[in-house]
Nanobody, 127 residues
Framework: QVHLVESGGGSVQTGGSLRLSCVSS????????MAWFRQVPGNEREGVAS???????RYSDAAKGRFKISRDEVKNTLYLEMNSLIPEDTAKYYC?????????????????????WGQGTQVTVSS
């Protein structure tokens, strides 16, 4: 069982920045596919970014150029750095670990491919 704990959410104004963190235990964040998703009430979870075992990253169109996913294998932590935030980024953000490492190459944005999820952290962007 993988336990994921997110933090770093909050309220910011348009144009602001936040860095989300996700600590994984007891398993490492390396050697697998991990991703950030977000969800607005009433909508499905939306893939934001993923990072593969070989550090290959993928982003949604909404995230490209503004967000950066990374991981620190020493701290066993996944990050999502978010810049130039806009109100449309308001959502609850979740980190997730995929069932297989191949998910990042084939289906990174499909929430059903992820076996473990954190509890989420709220991001609110005001205009």
């Amino acid at each position: 069982q993988v336990h994921l704990v997110e933090s770093g959410g909050g309220s910011v104004q348009t144009g602001g920045s936040l860095r989300l963190s996700c600590v994984s235990s007891p398993y490492s964040v390396s050697g697998t596919c991990m991703a950030w998703f977000r969800q607005v009430p009433g909508n499905e979870r939306e893939g934001v970014a993923s990072i593969a075992w070989d550090f290959t990253t993928r982003y949604s169109d909404a995230a490209k150029g503004r967000f950066k996913i990374s991981r620190d294998e020493v701290k066993n932590t996944l990050y999502l750095e978010m810049n130039s935030l806009i109100p449309e980024d308001t959502a609850k953000y979740y980190c997730a670990t995929a069932s297989t490492s191949a998910t990042c190459a084939n289906a990174w944005s499909q929430s059903g491919e992820y076996a473990f999820w954190g509890q989420g952290t709220q991001v609110t962007v005001s205009s």
